[in-house]
């Protein structure tokens, strides 16, 4: 077996893998950047879409694997397809809808006792069945105000929905050539929508070019060897990654060439990713290991959440000011969220969880799961 000396195999990431907390909260914070200074609407660096593209290969690479990890339990014979479905499912439940429906509940409590405007009805839909990417590329005039960064989580719903079933029942030889097949059509989507004369906004919220990106990380879990050539680059990647929405400012929003610039984070985050799991005590490794960094990515989906619904706007606070009013704030629910309702319930995931029947002898490996 391929490995660096320093790094991880390339069968098992299995355990977790120090720098992706740190990846997270880059992630995370480009997004809140985005949304709570001046750096979007003064200097038109839009930092949150790539930050979000950031969540989506790092997602991809890591569900992909354990995917794979539970296909190569049930050729080994522990356990079945049913377990492996529901625990997966259950995983995903725990971890994805407690905060994203808390999240509607704030935003739909606001609305009807007045503070903001109330939810329409076809927000109330999009969010509550997974479907706001959906209305957001084809319906809405914009945005909605305090939930709009959901459209995201719909794509990720959308995308284990699918890709569970067909990884699990897929040989794992075919893993790699159904990765590439979404990633391809996620490339003919883009001129697709120009075509059909669709609105340029279906391709950042839309479910093929995102998919594509989930894949991508996929295929890099799975098919792509560790090696130190990944692991000298991956800082250079990283500077290259928080470059392009400066790059990215200089045109157009939706014009051809910020739309080239959001393409080129696939390669430049893939590398990134092999790098980090190619050397595990590399100095970028341990600068994304930093307690600070870790923390901010262990609550970062909740950030990524409740910032939207934290708005001062009705307060007398400059708006130069506003942002560094509300951030603090969301980063204390988000820290709130995850000691009180996120933590314990991926502690519950263990107690629930279906135990595979073991049919093949005991010396067979039961691969586990991170993400």
Same mark, same amino acid.
């Given at each position: 077996?391929?490995?660096?000396?320093?790094?991880?195999?390339?069968?098992?990431?299995?355990?977790?893998?120090?720098?992706? +907390?740190?990846?997270?909260?880059?992630?995370?914070?480009?997004?809140?950047?985005? &949304?709570?200074?001046?750096?979007?609407?003064?200097?038109?660096?839009?930092?949150?879409?790539?930050?979000?593209?950031? %969540?989506?290969?790092?997602?991809?690479?890591?569900?992909?694997?354990?995917?794979?990890?539970?296909?190569?339990?049930? +050729?080994?014979?522990?356990?079945?397809?049913?377990?492996?479905?529901?625990?997966?499912? @259950?995983?995903?439940?725990?971890?994805? *809808?407690?905060?994203?429906?808390?999240?509607?509940?704030?935003?739909?409590?606001?609305?009807?006792?007045?503070? *903001?405007?109330?939810?329409?009805?076809?927000?109330?839909?999009?969010?509550?069945?997974?479907?706001?990417? #959906?209305?957001?590329?084809?319906?809405?005039? +914009?945005?909605?105000?305090?939930?709009?960064?959901?459209?995201?989580?719909?794509?990720?719903?959308?995308?284990?929905? *699918?890709?569970?079933?067909?990884?699990?029942?897929?040989?794992?030889?075919? %893993?790699?050539?159904?990765?590439?097949?979404?990633?391809?059509?996620?490339?003919?989507?883009?001129?697709?929508? *120009?075509?059909?004369?669709?609105?340029?906004?279906?391709?950042?919220?839309?479910?093929?070019?995102?998919?594509?990106?989930? =894949?991508?990380?996929?295929?890099?879990?799975? =098919?792509?060897?560790?090696?130190?050539?990944?692991?000298?680059?991956?800082?250079?990647?990283?500077?290259? %990654? @928080?470059?392009?929405?400066?790059?990215?400012? &200089?045109?157009?929003?939706?014009?051809?060439?910020?739309?080239?610039?959001?393409?080129?984070?696939?390669?430049? #985050?893939?590398?990134?990713? $092999?790098?980090?799991?190619? +050397?595990?005590?590399?100095? @970028?490794?341990? =600068?994304?290991?930093?307690?600070?960094?870790?923390?901010?990515?262990?609550?970062?989906?909740? /950030?990524? @959440?409740? &910032?939207?619904? #934290?708005?001062?706007?009705? /307060?007398?606070?400059?708006?130069?000011?506003?942002? /560094?009013?509300?951030?603090?704030?969301?980063?204390?629910?988000?820290?709130?969220?995850?000691?009180?309702?996120?933590?314990? $319930?991926?502690?519950?995931?263990?107690?629930?969880?279906?135990?595979?029947?073991?049919?093949?002898?005991?010396?067979?490996?039961?691969?586990?799961?991170?993400?």
């Amino acid at each position: 077996m391929l490995q660096s000396p320093r790094g991880l195999p390339h069968s098992d990431y299995t355990r977790r893998i120090d720098g992706f +907390d740190g990846l997270r909260a880059i992630a995370a914070l480009m997004v809140v950047a985005n &949304h709570k200074t001046a750096i979007a609407h003064e200097f038109n660096i839009y930092s949150g879409s790539y930050g979000v593209t950031l %969540f989506f290969i790092l997602s991809g690479f890591l569900i992909v694997n354990i995917l794979r990890n539970y296909k190569y339990n049930i +050729d080994m014979g522990v356990g079945i397809y049913n377990d492996y479905i529901y625990n997966f499912y @259950l995983n995903r439940l725990l971890r994805i *809808w407690p905060p994203y429906f808390l999240t509607i509940a704030l935003a739909f409590t606001m609305g009807v006792i007045g503070i *903001w405007n109330p939810l329409t009805p076809s927000e109330l839909a999009g969010s509550l069945t997974f479907t706001m990417n #959906v209305f957001q590329a084809y319906y809405w005039a +914009d945005y909605p105000e305090h939930i709009g960064a959901l459209w995201s989580i719909a794509i990720e719903e959308q995308f284990y929905l *699918w890709a569970a079933p067909v990884f699990l029942l897929s040989p794992r030889r075919y %893993f790699p050539a159904i990765c590439m097949i979404v990633i391809v059509i996620a490339g003919l989507s883009v001129p697709l929508n *120009w075509l059909l004369g669709l609105p340029s906004r279906a391709i950042y919220v839309g479910s093929a070019v995102n998919f594509g990106f989930m =894949a991508l990380g996929g295929l890099c879990s799975i =098919a792509i060897r560790p090696s130190p050539i990944y692991a000298r680059a991956a800082p250079f990647a990283l500077i290259a %990654f @928080l470059l392009l929405p400066i790059a990215a400012s &200089h045109y157009p929003t939706n014009g051809l060439p910020a739309l080239l610039l959001r393409a080129s984070t696939a390669p430049i #985050v893939a590398v990134l990713l $092999l790098g980090i799991v190619s +050397d595990q005590k590399s100095l @970028l490794v341990r =600068a994304l290991s930093l307690k600070p960094l870790v923390y901010v990515g262990q609550i970062s989906y909740g /950030l990524y @959440l409740y &910032h939207g619904l #934290v708005d001062l706007r009705p /307060l007398p606070i400059e708006p130069l000011w506003l942002g /560094l009013v509300e951030t603090p704030i969301a980063f204390a629910a988000a820290s709130l969220s995850w000691r009180y309702m996120e933590r314990p $319930l991926i502690g519950l995931k263990g107690r629930l969880r279906r135990e595979p029947t073991a049919s093949a002898p005991a010396s067979s490996r039961i691969k586990g799961e991170r993400s």
